[in-house]
């Protein structure tokens, strides 16, 4: 098994999201996360599709993914050629101030942001490769965390030339 | 551009695409596309239910090798053509199928007949459309026909909501559309070519498996030049049964679940494997990690998904069948002179047949499936075409009735859909009026389509249901006598119908016949009737499929006999 990124662009029109998800269903491969999205071209989305697989697995999504009418181009990103970030958004319970100031610190160790406070609350805004988020988490989980949003991967090869 | 209304623009679009028939059944939600056939020529074939329209536009794509029309409502029409899309799907066979939807606004709604047939099609299609507005409607046609009879062929769905059909607006017909996120392979990368050469040219006990692919791709000829010049043994799946005439003394026939014993034991005896067409199901190769662990597998198909998705290969070809093998015979013939037959492979291989024929036993009964079958051969002129149910039936054709003309056989081989059969005959027949259309059936699978002799009679499309009725659900009961230890329930059909009346109830004949004489004789008046003729032939209950690959067992482990 292995950690993998796949890129889709896709038609961007109602319905595509439902026919790749649905295929990734009825096949049974599993998703980590998926994230969709606008592209330079307007009329095409990207749709960003990560997995835990083995070799022989991940090739078969990629060729499904191909063989959907609505999906344009499929690559395999290549983890060490590739920028891949994910975005979390998460509210702490932060009722004291030391605990406040903690959880700060620890955000701009990080490069997060403080995006909201509250009396009782303090949420942080991080970004980076999902490992980054995951230890953030870690490091912040015994203060309580109240909500947690996490946006799955967006991810393109470094480099000037692409498709 | 012209100005017409939604449902003009179906059937002029559809008239564009050849499309001389229609399957289906009227209701409130296409009933604008029902009035413009009124003033069309395209014949109009009513059906008792939708699943039947899908398996008679099914049948009638297959033999035709283009997408066959089928037309049903909103709702309950559309979920019951479901069987017959999913059908089609899995046995990559063309078609187009066309719902009324509910007026735009109404979608969303859970409005009367309303259901999302896109949703519950979108994993049993190529592809989905819903048209948004009439203007739409031409190119989506277009696109529809393309997609579906296209690359690896396959069901189309359009879903046209009431108002969209009503709505009168200018339109114009395409003649080029473009699909950027599909562009079929056709032909094959030379250098694998090359590649499957040199590992032919090498094998020392070379086998080819033809499925469903060398059938849509009409690759027959290519397929028996290139067995003949290398001499090579042909097995097919059960999809691709008659791909290879089952009398050439190359052919083995199917493998499989229900293969012939000599076909199962000499593949894997193999050392190189040439699959064309075919796609490695569960019930062509047994259990997938066993089977091929010994040889070296060269893949044939046009759909690049299917290669490496259940067997990793050692040469993928991706193309065209037909393509692929010319292009090969042409390499290979510039290699090689013609091989002889007296290598001590094909040795073997007689020997193995020979050793074989004692597996097949006889049943004691004075009328079984098996001589029906044969008895059926002797007197069917070898262009006819023949399907079955599913079941019994089914897997006795595989064993029993040699199909000798190449593309004159095909069967609900990946759903396994009982009840196809009777109704994908009849679309079988109106594609080839010319010929005989004969059904394979058992009692339990023409009973779920038996009302299409309506059809039979009032479109005067006369096929003939060869029916081999052991009043139980056999293979079930087969099942459970072999591995329930005979614990019997949910099989008995005892209580009929009286398949004879049945038939004479919709004005076609019923013919009962008890002893081979009257086999002989029914067949003759069927082969000569201009009505639908169904042949009830009562058979013994306990007259098993045999030999018999276990489900999730190797080809190895075929069970000869109970």
Request: charged fraction near 25%.
């Amino acid at each position: 098994m292995a950690w993998n990124i796949i890129s889709a662009l896709v038609e961007n029109k109602p319905g595509v999201l439902f026919r790749v998800s649905n295929m990734f269903r009825a096949r049974n491969f599993n998703i980590e996360s998926l994230s969709v999205g606008p592209t330079e071209q307007s009329d095409l989305s990207r749709i960003t599709v990560t997995v835990d697989s083995d070799e022989h697995v991940t090739e078969q999504m990629v060729k499904q993914l191909r063989k959907l009418i609505d999906v344009v181009d499929v690559t395999r990103l290549q983890v060490s050629d590739t920028v891949y970030r994910e975005l979390a958004l998460i509210k702490l319970k932060a009722v004291d101030p030391s605990s406040r100031m903690e959880i700060i610190n620890l955000a701009n160790v990080f490069r997060g942001k403080i995006v909201d406070v509250s009396k009782s609350t303090i949420m942080v805004e991080i970004t980076g490769t999902p490992d980054k988020i995951d230890a953030f988490k870690s490091l912040v989980e015994h203060y309580g965390v109240i909500q947690l949003a996490r946006t799955g991967v967006s991810a393109l090869p470094r480099g000037v030339l692409y498709e | 551009m012209v100005e017409m209304s939604g449902s003009q623009a179906l059937i002029h679009a559809l008239e564009k695409e050849g499309t001389t028939i229609v399957f289906g059944m009227p209701g409130g939600a296409n009933l604008p596309m029902y009035d413009e056939l009124t003033r069309s020529n395209i014949r109009h074939v009513l059906v008792r239910h939708e699943q039947s329209a899908a398996h008679m536009a099914d049948g009638y794509g297959r033999i035709k090798r283009k997408p066959g029309v089928c037309f049903a409502t909103s709702g309950p029409g559309a979920t019951n053509l479901v069987t017959g899309i999913g059908t089609a799907y899995m046995d990559s066979a063309p078609m187009v199928a066309i719902t009324g939807q509910v007026p735009r606004a109404m979608i969303g709604r859970d409005a009367f007949q309303e259901c999302d047939i896109i949703g519950i099609c979108t994993g049993i299609t190529k592809y989905c459309f819903q048209p948004r507005s009439a203007a739409e409607i031409p190119e989506i046609v277009k696109k529809g026909f393309y997609l579906a009879e296209s690359g690896r062929p396959g069901p189309v769905l359009i879903d046209i909501p009431k108002d969209v059909q009503q709505e009168v607006s200018d339109v114009t017909f395409p003649e080029l559309i473009r699909i950027r996120g599909y562009s079929p392979h056709v032909d094959p990368d030379i250098d694998q070519v090359a590649r499957a050469v040199e590992l032919l040219l090498k094998a020392e006990r070379p086998m080819i498996m033809a499925g469903g692919g060398v059938h849509i791709s009409c690759a027959f000829h290519e397929l028996q030049a290139l067995a003949e010049l290398l001499m090579i043994p042909v097995v097919t799946t059960f999809k691709g049964k008659g791909a290879f005439p089952e009398n050439h003394p190359l052919a083995l026939g199917p493998i499989g679940m229900h293969g012939h014993a000599e076909a199962n034991k000499l593949i894997i005896e193999s050392d190189v494997l040439l699959a064309i067409g075919a796609r490695f199901s569960d019930r062509s190769v047994g259990k997938f990690d066993e089977f091929g662990q010994a040889m070296k597998i060269i893949h044939i198909d046009i759909d690049p998904a299917e290669i490496g998705k259940n067997k990793q290969v050692d040469v993928p070809v991706v193309g065209d069948v037909r393509a692929s093998l010319r292009a090969l015979v042409k390499m290979l013939t510039k290699r090689v002179a013609k091989k002889g037959g007296d290598c001590p492979w094909l040795k073997h291989i007689n020997e193995v047949r020979e050793s074989m024929k004692s597996v097949y036993k006889d049943h004691p009964r004075e009328i079984t499936a098996k001589k029906s079958l044969k008895k059926l051969r002797e007197l069917l002129p070898s262009e006819a075409i023949v399907t079955t149910e599913v079941g019994q039936c089914q897997m006795w054709t595989s064993l029993f009735f040699d199909i000798i003309q190449p593309g004159t056989f095909f069967s609900s081989t990946g759903l396994g859909t009982m009840g196809f059969g009777f109704p994908a005959s009849i679309g079988a027949k109106a594609a080839k009026p010319e010929v005989p259309v004969v059904d394979i059936a058992g009692d339990g699978s023409f009973n779920m389509t038996e009302n299409s002799l309506a059809v039979t009679v009032n479109d005067n499309l006369p096929v003939i249901v060869f029916l081999m009725n052991n009043q139980s659900l056999g293979m079930v009961a087969q099942w459970q006598r072999l591995f329930y230890n005979r614990r019997y329930i949910g099989i008995d059909l005892k209580g009929g119908p009286d398949f004879v009346k049945i038939a004479e109830a919709y004005s076609a004949q019923g013919i009962r016949a008890q002893s081979m004489d009257e086999l002989d004789k029914a067949i003759r008046t069927a082969l000569k009737s201009d009505v639908a003729t169904v042949i009830d032939i009562p058979i013994d209950p306990e007259e098993d499929v045999f030999p018999f690959v276990a489900p999730g067992t190797g080809l190895k482990d075929m069970i000869t006999a109970a």
